[in-house]
T-cell receptor, first 112, second 113 residues
Framework: DVKVTQSSRYLVKRTGEKVFLECVQDMDHENMFWYRQDPGLGLRLIYF???????EKGDIPEGYSVSREKKERFSLILESASTNQTSMYLC???????????FGPGTRLTVT | RKEVEQDPGPFNVPEGATVAFNCTYSNSASQSFFWYRQDCRKEPKLLMS???SGNEDGRFTAQLNRASQYISLLIRDSKLSDSATYLC??????????????FGAGTQVVVTP
């Protein structure tokens, strides 16, 4: 069974803190994605990686960075968390030649 | 303008009834279309791909209308377990890297006993 796991289901951080969200997939997928999901806005792509150490900006990369040192792991970093980054964060993965994305359970981040 | 637009609903459907809803997409060059399902407080999961000729998967039928740039989903004989948010998904612009998708905000369906 395919599996994408995320390090936390719920996270509460203070403004200005550095935040790390980790995602691990066990399907040997080449592509990995980080989205945020907000009511009425749907899923918006933050960053995308198609290979180890490779990354591309998505639609809303400002305030975020990513790291992919190993194929199975894709990390999202909030350098200095702000209240407008309170959201549900979803990680996904897919094969290099497929549009079918498999999602992790999500991390609900609250920044106070 | 959003790349993919959906009626947020909710569509309240009696059990056993049929419900249908559409989504529109803005990029006429889009080639790949999907419906994902997202249960409350869960992650999205692929429900079905949408092919040019239309396709069925059990009680679910998906259609594509390229001329008007919309896709539709029809659910027959609705079950309580069909209650979910249905996300319309389209591949990104040609200039995008392979695998990137554009997601609609979702249509909520509530099936009532």
């Amino acid at each position: 069974d395919v599996k994408v796991t995320q390090s936390s289901r719920y996270l509460v951080k203070r403004t200005g803190e550095k935040v790390f969200l980790e995602c691990v997939q066990d399907m040997d997928h080449e592509n990995m994605f980080w989205y945020r999901q907000d009511p009425g806005l749907g899923l918006r792509l933050i960053y995308f990686s198609y290979d180890v150490k490779m990354k591309e900006k998505g639609d809303i990369p400002e305030g975020y960075s990513v790291s992919r040192e190993k194929k199975e792991r894709f990390s999202l970093i909030l350098e200095s968390a702000s209240t407008n980054q309170t959201s549900m964060y979803l990680c996904a993965s897919s094969r290099w030649n497929s549009y079918e994305q498999y999602f992790g359970p999500g991390t609900r981040l609250t920044v106070t | 303008r959003k790349e993919v637009e959906q009626d947020p609903g909710p569509f309240n459907v009696p059990e056993g009834a049929t419900v249908a809803f559409n989504c529109t997409y803005s990029n006429s060059a889009s080639q790949s279309f999907f419906w994902y399902r997202q249960d409350c407080r869960k992650e999205p999961k692929l429900l079905m791909s949408v092919y040019s000729s239309g396709n069925e998967d059990g009680r679910f039928t998906a259609q594509l209308n390229r001329a008007s740039q919309y896709i539709s989903l029809l659910i027959r004989d609705s079950k309580l377990s069909d209650s979910a948010t249905y996300l319309c998904v389209v591949n990104g612009p040609v200039t995008d890297s392979w695998g990137k998708l554009q997601f609609g905000a979702g249509t909520q369906v509530v099936v009532t006993p």
